[in-house]
């Protein structure tokens, strides 16, 4: 079973450009999470959906994050403009569904703000 | 916030067995305790979860003590491989956007040839 995919891996760029992430859960899984992880410190959830609909985005920055999963599958995280705080690497992560044990994580996107 | 306390480090012996404490004396009675684990530039991967019964699989145990304040996770024979940040969480089940893992800072766990 394939498991949960993230591009890119890594990225740099400078303050006040724009980037953004892609995500592909395991196939089958309704819930997709996106998680910010600061050096030194456990992921911290951004924001939740189950299918296409948002759960929970309480923590996201909605002032320059911004994410979507169409057709309830792939996803995609942007943060536009990028400060030297977003430094970090972005997890996504699926479940079947919101109250399922067990989420599988990706790789992750390393970020780097200059 | 996370609702849990771990000790920032731990070592063990490669061969032995780890225990690795949580503090949970908030936790409510319809949370459960959860395990990840964290090995370096990788996502975490969950280990094991239970209510208040002990719980066991083929990665680890987990004990919960009577009065759910606090647990311990147990590898009974720990590996090179078992060097990672280890998570506990509490949370409840359900929809509520108050459900989320809080991952707190974890325990890293050294395990030493």
């Known amino acids: 079973e394939a498991g949960v995919a993230q591009s890119p891996r890594y990225k740099i760029i400078e303050k006040r450009q724009s980037v953004a992430f892609w995500c592909n859960p395991i196939s089958g899984h309704a819930t997709l999470y996106w998680y910010q992880q600061i050096l030194g410190q456990g992921p911290k959830l951004l924001i939740q959906?189950?299918?296409?609909?948002?759960?929970?985005d309480s923590q996201l920055p909605k002032d320059r994050f911004s994410a979507e999963r169409l057709k309830g599958v792939d996803s995609t995280l942007k943060i536009q403009p990028a400060k030297l705080e977003d430094s970090a690497v972005y997890l996504c992560a699926s479940s079947f569904g919101v109250s399922y044990n067990e989420q599988f994580f990706g790789p992750g996107t390393r970020l780097t703000v200059l | 916030d996370a609702k849990t306390t771990q000790p920032p480090s731990m070592d063990c012996a490669e061969g032995r067995a780890a225990n690795l404490p949580c503090n949970h004396s908030?936790?409510?009675?319809?949370?459960?305790v959860y395990w990840y684990r964290q090995i370096h530039s990788q996502g975490p991967q969950y280990i094991i979860h239970g209510l208040k019964n002990n719980e066991t699989n083929e990665m680890a145990s987990l004990i919960i003590t009577e009065d759910r304040k606090s647990s311990t996770l147990i590898l009974p024979h720990a590996t090179l491989r078992d060097t990672a940040v280890y998570y506990c969480i509490v949370r409840g089940r359900g929809t509520n956007t108050g459900n989320q893992f809080y991952f707190g800072t974890g325990t890293s766990l050294t395990v030493i040839p």
């Open positions: 908030t936790i409510s009675g319809n949370e459960y």
């Open positions: 959906f189950q299918n296409n609909g948002v759960v929970d």
